[in-house]
């Protein structure tokens, strides 16, 4: 009878895991891809059917309260789109008459970034909670 209701018991807790776990990755971000260029990470992430391209300055030195970012881990980012983020001056917004004007940004004097259309990836983000490669709890 005893271990008939620890079966129970492991079953039901799994069950819960499983269940926060699941909604715990719809709610994330799964990071397929980490490529460099220069002083910047980029990390390819998806969630749903939606794939990111998130550019983030590299960082030299310890980053306290970090979790490491890795390819394939899930991960609560904080997005910011680089195209609805735009410049305003004096409260107007400064964008392109045509967005799909604009394939690439520059990022300092020796990178510039692409979208990259033919993969889906129509925007660049940044995230308010990556520094370097690490998620900054």
């Known amino acids: 009878m005893r271990k008939l209701l620890f079966l129970i018991i492991v079953l039901v807790s799994s069950c819960k895991n499983s269940k ?15 490529d460099s260029k220069n ?22 030195g ?21 195209k609805k983020d735009v410049p305003d001056i004096n409260g107007i917004k400064i964008e392109p008459i045509n967005n799909l004007d604009i394939q690439c940004y520059s990022y300092d004097n020796e990178t510039s970034i692409c979208i990259e259309p033919k993969k889906g990836i129509f925007d660049l983000h940044h995230a308010e909670n990556i520094k370097g490669l690490c998620l900054i709890k």
């Open 62 to 82: 310890i980053i306290n309260d970090c979790e490491k970012i890795v390819v394939g881990g899930y991960y609560l980012f904080k997005l910011h789109s680089r």
């Open 20 to 34: 926060i776990a699941n909604q715990t990755n719809q709610l994330s971000y799964l990071v397929k891809k980490i």
């Open 39 to 60: 002083n910047w990470n980029i990390i390819y992430a998806s969630k749903q059917d939606s794939i990111f391209k998130i550019i983030v300055r590299k960082e030299v």
